[in-house]
């Protein structure tokens, strides 16, 4: 077959003859036509088409090679490598893709059709391994464009051109696990736990609500779990050798010595009980907690979740790992973002995908 012909003009490509636009727009589905009844091509959608030799390129008379347009687009448009090879590698899948206007971040849309006929519409952010994953920023993508999208996906090309992708979502956590009264108890802060020795009561607090692990015939509490009975009145702990208890003030400024980001796991295990969630440490998946939304008796944990604030400073690996990991479990990992300001919590939950 015939390659299309068409002339590069500033930061796009315009195609006039009317068998190749029939060809590339109503076969195709690529570019856009424009009132002189020409064919308008993004510099993505002339690449992916250069590369594949079903369009050459000129300008002035003077052929453009593939390297050339890569490298013009390249000067134009800062990490037009990085979207060129996502954008290639949606359509060698087989799907439709858009690209998006008037936005450095959601790059392209994508119509999928479902087996129920239905068309689901997808926006996809096009980003490197490299690039400081902004968690924030994806979270207002999400809400910002849920009445236009089904779904959002991330598509991260590495430093060798592969692409993986996710599907980013708002995560409605809710849990089955009811709150229950506990009589007042008294424990004693060592360092970087709680111990409790009120064999009567802590039997009660372990089997409801599973706090902590016993202890001998005590129970031992993780900092968090403290410090959310102590907020709930239900708690008072002493240091050994002084009968004075800590007040909720005290204890938090002890404590944080030994867990500085204990604030912050505090309002996150705070938002997930209201949730009526059960929630118990996620060190052994590397992570903050691991979360229930049913007695663990019943039930593997659901869902590992890490907080973090808009201060957080990961990479897209650590990210990657994490995600991989929770999927070998059978769980869904999902970042608790705190936003300091409103004081507000948003759940973004992050799992693998085969488009």
Same mark, same amino acid.
Request: charged residues 25%; neutral net charge.
């Given at each position: ?41 993004? #510099? ?24 050339? #347009? ?10 037009? $490598? ?11 899948? !087989? ?23 239905? $068309?689901?519409?997808? !926006? ?150 209201? /949730? ?9 998946? !590397? ?14 944990? $659901? ?21 991989? #990991? ?16 409103? $004081? ?7 799992? /693998? #995908?085969?488009?």
């Amino acid at each position: 077959m015939q390659s299309a012909h068409g002339e590069l003009e500033d930061s796009h490509i315009i195609v006039k003859n009317t068998e190749d636009i029939g060809r590339l727009y109503s076969k195709s589905r690529l570019g856009k036509t424009t009132s002189e009844n020409h064919l308008k091509l993004s #510099l993505i959608e002339a690449a992916y088409l250069l590369d594949d030799q079903k369009l050459t390129v000129h300008r002035n008379k003077q052929k453009i090679s593939f390297p050339l #347009l890569v490298s013009y687009a390249a000067a134009l448009d800062v990490g037009f $490598e990085t979207k060129f090879i996502i954008f290639q590698s949606l359509r060698n899948r !087989g799907q439709q893709v858009t690209l998006c206007k008037n936005s450095s971040i959601i790059s392209f849309e994508q119509t999928k059709k479902e087996e129920n006929g239905h $068309e689901q519409h997808i !926006g996809v952010i096009a980003l490197s391994e490299r690039n400081q994953p902004n968690l924030f920023q994806i979270k207002e993508i999400i809400l910002q464009t849920r009445s236009k999208y089904d779904e959002i996906w991330i598509a991260l090309a590495d430093e060798e051109g592969d692409v993986t992708y996710y599907l980013a979502a708002h995560q409605q956590l809710q849990g089955c696990i009811p709150h229950h009264d506990y009589p007042k108890l008294i424990g004693v802060l060592l360092k970087d736990r709680a111990l409790l020795f009120d064999e009567t009561n802590v039997e009660s607090l372990h089997s409801k609500e599973f706090y902590g692990k016993f202890f001998g015939n005590g129970l031992q509490l993780s900092l968090v779990e403290a410090a959310y009975l102590i907020q709930q009145d239900i708690l008072t702990l002493t240091i050994p050798h002084k009968e004075e208890p800590l007040s909720n003030h005290d204890f938090l400024k002890e404590v944080t010595h030994y867990q500085p980001d204990l604030p912050l796991r505090l309002e996150i295990f705070r938002d997930l009980k209201r /949730r009526n969630m059960l929630v118990k440490t996620g060190f052994k998946f !590397g992570t903050h907690f691991r979360a229930y939304t049913q007695p663990p008796d019943k039930n593997h944990a $659901e869902y590992l979740v890490h907080a973090i604030t808009d201060e957080y400073n990961g990479s897209w690996a650590e990210i990657s790992r994490a995600v991989r #990991l929770a999927h070998s479990v059978n769980k869904t990992f999902a970042f608790a973002l705190f936003d300091k300001t409103n $004081e507000d919590i948003f759940y973004l939950s992050i799992r /693998r #995908l085969r488009p």
